[in-house]
């Protein structure tokens, strides 16, 4: 039961313009969306986390949308650089209980000069 | 702050062979996890331990796999016998405590091979 999803394998953009990833939910439970990003032959690391009670958060280049009665995420990325050139993963946690961090596919952005 | 350290980075190892992963979470964080990342896919949590104490290893195969983590600190994630579906990347990660503001912080990972 994927319970997190990411339709698209890879994304490819050119320097300068918007990336947006996107990311499917099925379990209303969920109290915490997050981002992470990973480099080849590297950990995951954190990028940008949302919570379920809000639609919006920024940082920096990065901007999560968060669309509950669609359940559905984004991630923004203006302007788009090499340097983000990475595998890009959502997930989801729900806080009470074994807070189990749950994971979609991941999407592979290629940034283009 | 050192990161969390696991070794080794990778391994190739012949089907039914045992094989055992070893981690250091970042000093002073209460709980670690191990996850499984199989090539185009999602990490999938294995095991989370609290301290020395398991929290969740209902996706663990109990039949083969195993881990402890002594003194709540190091862990050790074991497989034996191996299969060929086991061969994926063991990602071990550490949390200051359970609470969302901190993130999970991952290590490099061990590549498996099981040929």
């Known amino acids: 039961d994927q319970q997190v999803k990411q339709n698209s394998p890879s994304l490819s953009v050119q320097e300068g313009r918007i990336s947006i990833l996107n990311c499917d939910y099925t379990n209303s439970m969920f109290d915490y969306f997050l981002w992470y990003k990973k480099y080849p032959a590297e950990g995951p690391t954190f990028l940008i986390s949302?919570?379920?009670?809000?639609d919006k958060n920024e940082d920096g280049r990065f901007t999560v949308f968060l669309n509950k009665s669609a359940k559905h995420l984004s991630l923004h990325i203006v302007p788009s650089q090499p340097g983000d050139s990475a595998v890009y993963f959502c997930?989801?946690?729900?806080?009470?209980?074994?807070?189990?961090?749950?994971f979609g596919q991941g999407t592979r952005l290629t940034i283009n000069p | 702050e050192a990161g969390v350290a696991q070794s080794p980075r990778y391994k190739i190892i012949e089907k039914r062979q045992s094989v055992a992963f070893w981690c250091n979470p970042i000093?002073?964080?209460?709980?670690l996890y191990w996850y499984q990342q199989i090539l185009g896919q999602g990490p999938k949590l294995l095991i989370q331990f609290q301290n020395n104490g398991v929290v969740d290893d209902s996706q663990l195969p109990k039949d083969r796999f195993s881990a402890e983590r002594l003194k709540g600190v190091d862990s050790t994630l074991k497989i034996q016998p191996a299969k060929l579906e086991d061969s994926a990347v063991y990602l071990c990660?550490?949390?200051?405590?359970?609470?969302?503001?901190?993130?999970?912080?991952f290590g490099s990972g061990t590549r498996l091979t099981v040929v």
């Open positions: 000093s002073g964080h209460a709980t």
């Open positions: 997930a989801a946690i729900i806080i009470q209980g074994a807070q189990k961090l749950v």
């Open positions: 990660a550490s949390s200051l405590d359970r609470g969302m503001n901190y993130g999970y912080t």
């Open positions: 949302i919570s379920s009670i809000k």
